[in-house]
């Protein structure tokens, strides 16, 4: 694609990549948009693939897809391993392994992050965490199929296990999901199951803060707790979980220490930078913070590197949070500056970011948000957030797809339309667990297998 044009590389086609990216389409320039995944992913509504609310595609756009029109740019499914600064060399692998080798003159690093389980990483096999469509859909199948296996046990301790889910974690995931988590629960299943009663479902929200919502307003975390309460979400706050295995989670808090019985437990905690901003910290000097975040320059750029950026959740600038806007708005700036940079422009004055806000839903019509300058809670919080996540989204299609799912699950059938448990990959993990002796589990990384779950939980299939 080289043809004397100064050539751009954006790693992650996330919120800051697909923004740099599309920025750059009237500048002349030739841009590559490397991403390990093939599609654009809206992290925000992931809770609502989660339980089945909507479908994946919805919400994960082809990457090549969203720049067909532009025509300075091209999309590549490879996984980034190695940035060459001294030659200016992305190093990359393709799907089949592969080698890719893509020279720049301007770099645009936006890998994102992933879970953090600080320090205490032997908790990822027991509490997955979502952060990718695989991470939602697995936690999909592994939420519903608990649901039915409370159908078939016999042993009401046994089943009030199955219908025990532990959220860790009470930030706008967590909370989004236990409020999810109530709603299938106690509006969805009910009328669906024969033998167990799914409203006796205990959906517990831990968090080491003294409130749900941490970064939000007092008013706000005290509508979301009596709100999550309401729905009958047991909320336990300066807890922090201590122990857990794939039966129980040990916790400790206010009270104490307890071990709870519960077959899931979902990690909705701590994020951890981009191992690529520890390598660009390591290639440039700059510093790294306890999350892995990379310092970077007012301009984005990294030190000694003007013509490397960083942006969105695996840097550390003017204290910005992890979410969204600051990937969006870095993203178009650094756009900005790479086009000034090229036609002679006037170089814009470092990145500044615009608040809008903060909005967080917790069920079924209700919501938080803070924005321009006032709180709002309620059906009005919710219209709010729901307007503003569709608005977000990439495509009409998956925007009309994304109202009516939403329209029709909560407001006509309270259904939930995307409710499949998939089976893949499972027999080996189960069969592993089999010979250990240990009860069934969903593993991360596999899909659960009903069949071999009823099979190890108690020989063979019981209904009451
Ligand atoms: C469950 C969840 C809910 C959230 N809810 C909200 C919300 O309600 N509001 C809000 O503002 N923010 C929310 N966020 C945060 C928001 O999604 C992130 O802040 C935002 O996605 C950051 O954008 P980014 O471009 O930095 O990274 P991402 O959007 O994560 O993009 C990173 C991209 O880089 C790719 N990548 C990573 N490593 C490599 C590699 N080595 N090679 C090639 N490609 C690579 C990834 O595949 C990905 O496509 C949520 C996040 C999660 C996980």
């Not at 320039?29 to 089945?52: E, M, S």
């Not at 071990?259 to 910290?281: C, E, F, N």
């Not at 729901?386 to 006509?412: D, E, P, Q």
């Not at 448990?421 to 089999?434: A, G, H, P, S």
Request: proline content about 6%.
């Amino acid at each position: 694609m080289s043809n004397g044009r100064h050539r751009v590389v954006v790693v992650g086609g996330g919120f800051g990549g697909l923004n740099a990216t599309r920025y750059l389409k009237d500048a002349p320039v030739d841009v590559t948009i490397v991403d390990r995944t093939n599609h654009h992913l809206f992290q925000p509504l992931l809770y609502q693939v989660a339980a089945g609310l909507i479908s994946p595609g919805l919400i994960a756009p082809a990457i090549r897809a969203t720049i067909k029109k532009q025509r300075n740019a091209r999309a590549l499914l490879g996984e980034v391993k190695d940035l060459d600064l001294a030659n200016k060399v992305v190093k990359a692998l393709g799907p089949d392994g592969r080698p890719l080798d893509l020279e720049y003159d301007s770099l645009v690093v936006a890998a994102g992050a992933s879970h953090s389980y600080f320090g205490k990483d032997e908790f990822a096999e027991f509490a997955p965490g979502m952060k990718t469509i695989e991470d939602a859909r697995y936690l999909r199948d592994g939420i519903l199929s608990k649901f039915e296996m409370a159908e078939m046990a016999t042993d009401p301790v046994e089943r009030a296990e199955w219908l025990t889910f532990v959220v860790i974690g009470a930030g706008p995931t967590g909370v989004e999901l236990a409020g999810q988590l109530a709603e299938l629960a106690h509006l969805v299943l009910p009328q669906e199951y024969r033998t167990v009663d799914t409203t006796e479902a205990r959906i517990i929200l831990l968090e080491g803060a003294p409130a749900v919502l941490p970064p939000f307003d007092e008013k706000l975390q005290k509508y979301t707790k009596a709100h999550l309460e309401k729905m009958g979400v047991e909320i336990r706050v300066n807890t922090l979980a201590t122990d857990m295995n794939h039966e129980s989670i040990t916790v400790k808090g206010p009270n104490g220490v307890e071990t709870i019985r519960a077959r899931t437990r979902i990690w909705a905690a701590g994020v951890q930078a981009s191992p690529l901003a520890k390598m660009l910290a390591e290639k440039t000097g700059a510093e790294l913070d306890r999350a892995g975040r990379v310092s970077v320059n007012p301009d984005c750029s990294l030190p000694g590197h003007p013509e490397v950026f960083a942006i969105g959740d695996m840097v550390s600038l003017n204290k910005l949070p992890g979410v969204a806007q600051p990937a969006m708005q870095e993203g178009k700036y650094v756009a900005k500056l790479i086009k000034a940079r090229t036609t002679g422009a006037p170089i814009p004055p470092p990145f500044k970011y615009f608040d809008k806000g903060s909005m967080a839903t917790i069920g079924h019509k209700a919501a938080v948000a803070d924005a321009f300058g006032y709180k709002f809670t309620g059906f009005i919080a919710y219209l709010m957030w729901g307007f503003i996540h569709v608005a977000y989204l990439v495509g009409w299609g998956n925007r009309l797809g994304t109202l009516y799912n939403w329209a029709h699950s909560l407001w006509f059938s309270k259904s939930r339309g995307h409710r499949i448990i998939t089976f893949e990959r499972t027999m080996v993990e189960l069969d592993e667990n089999r010979k250990k002796g240990r009860a069934p589990v969903v593993l991360p990384g596999s899909k659960p297998s009903l069949a071999d779950e009823i099979d190890a939980a108690e020989g063979a299939p019981k209904t009451a």
